[in-house]
Nanobody, 128 residues
């Protein structure tokens, strides 16, 4: 079992930056694909970014590519999402996901149903 706790959300203005953190419990969390998803009111949870266990591979949605950076510190069992040049459309509840389920593959990193564990989310609100 892995528990995920997100933090770092808040209210900012357009153009500002925020860094989200996702702290994972359990020594094996460093072996998992980790990802960030977000959900705006009335919308489906959508993929934002993912990072492989060794950090060799990172993946981004087109909407955040070039503005957001995902990273991880396996010694601290923590994944980060650096968000720069924030826009009002980035407003959402941001969730951390971990571990690709056995019935999916690493290529499914962008599918929310592929992840076995989720945190409770942290709210990001960007005012224009």
């Amino acid at each position: 079992q892995v528990q995920l706790v997100e933090s770092g959300g808040g209210l900012v203005q357009a153009g500002d930056s925020l860094r989200l953190s996702c702290a994972a419990s359990g020594r094996t969390s460093s072996r998992y694909m980790m990802a960030w998803f977000r959900q705006a009111p009335g919308k489906e949870r959508e993929f934002v970014a993912a990072i492989s266990p060794s950090s060799l591979s990172t993946y981004y949605s087109d909407s955040v590519k070039g503005r957001f950076t995902i990273s991880r510190d396996n010694a601290k069992n923590t994944v980060y999402l650096q968000m720069d040049s924030l826009k009002s459309e980035d407003t959402a509840l941001y969730y951390c996901g971990a571990r690709i389920r056995a019935d999916f593959s690493y290529s499914d990193y962008g599918r929310r149903e592929a992840y076995a564990y989720w945190g409770q989310g942290t709210q990001v609100t960007v005012s224009s």
